[in-house]
């Protein structure tokens, strides 16, 4: 089993910066892809990127690209999105997820909130 916890959501003005963290309590972390997906009120939850095991590809929405950035530190089962120039629509609760084959598994999430 594995537990994921996210934190480092908060209310901040738009253009401003967030660095959410997720910690894994599992040793086999490094074998696990890592995501990172949003759901804002009344809408479905959607991607906004991820990372390879590795760490050596990343992938990101559209919406995020050149904005929001993915990186992990398999020595301390911690994964990380940083988050600038941070527009009211970015407003969501933040969901990390694990995953690999025959696996997936996904945090409680991390509200931001984003005024302008």
């Known amino acids: 089993q594995v537990q994921l916890v996210e934190s480092g959501g908060g209310s901040v003005q738009a253009g401003d910066s967030l660095r959410l963290s997720c910690a894994a309590s599992?040793?086999?972390?490094?074998?696990?892809?890592m995501g990172w997906f949003r759901q804002a009120p009344g809408k479905e939850r959607e991607f906004v990127g991820e990372?390879?095991?590795?760490?050596?590809?990343?992938y990101y929405a559209d919406s995020v690209k050149g904005r929001f950035t993915i990186s992990r530190d398999n020595a301390k089962n911690v994964v990380y999105l940083q988050m600038n120039s941070l527009k009211p629509e970015d407003t969501a609760v933040y969901y990390c997820?694990?995953?690999?084959?025959?696996?997936?598994?996904w945090g409680q999430g991390t509200q931001v909130t984003v005024s302008s």
């Open positions: 599992v040793r086999t972390f490094s074998t696990f892809a």
């Open positions: 997820r694990a995953f690999r084959a025959g696996s997936d598994y």
């Open positions: 990372i390879a095991w590795s760490g050596g590809r990343t």
